[in-house]
């Protein structure tokens, strides 16, 4: 596996869940949080398994989907990490690091659906695929 740059605190994780769906708290790339506080990368801690899904983005959020205007809830979650977006299990618990990587899966799963506020039907599409990557700011410290 190639190196790549390490995912540390401060680094941002940018979802997209195609249209029509619109998840207001993921139109912007979300701050990563790490929890290696023990190892630093530029002076923060660095992302390791477990540490994609920022605490902001865990909860429900809401979302709509045209013509189903009237918000819905719904949960995102990544399946799995890929090889390319982790290194081997390392010194910090025996977890790997994250590292910036290719494109990969993310899910939004509707836990209370959007209404269409006309006709009164919920959005019948319960699981809405979509994709992520890793945004550094880190250029100088690669693992793989």
């Known amino acids: 596996m190639p190196a790549d740059f390490i995912i540390k ?5 940018q ?10 708290q993921l139109l912007a790339p979300v701050p990563m949080v ?3 506080a023990t190892v630093l990368t ?3 801690a660095t ?28 949960t995102l979650k990544i399946i799995v990490l890929p090889p390319t977006n982790l290194t081997v299990p390392t010194n910090t618990g025996g977890k790997p690091i994250i590292i910036k990587g290719a494109t990969f899966q993310a899910i ?6 959007a209404v269409n ?3 009164g039907d919920p959005d019948p599409v319960a699981v809405k ?3 992520a990557q890793f945004i550094t700011s880190n250029t100088m410290t690669k693992a793989g």
């Open 34 to 36: 790490g929890s290696a």
């Open 47 to 74: 992302c390791v398994l477990g540490d994609e899904l920022p605490p902001t983005i865990q909860g429900p959020l809401a979302y709509t989907s045209p013509p189903y205007v009237t918000p819905g809830t719904g």
């Open 15 to 24: 979802i997209t869940i195609p249209p029509p769906t619109i998840v207001p």
């Open 117 to 119: 506020p006309v006709l």
């Open 108 to 113: 939004f799963t509707v836990a209370s659906p």
């Open 42 to 44: 530029s002076g923060m």
């Open 129 to 131: 695929p979509g994709t």
């Open 9 to 13: 605190t401060g680094d941002m994780i």
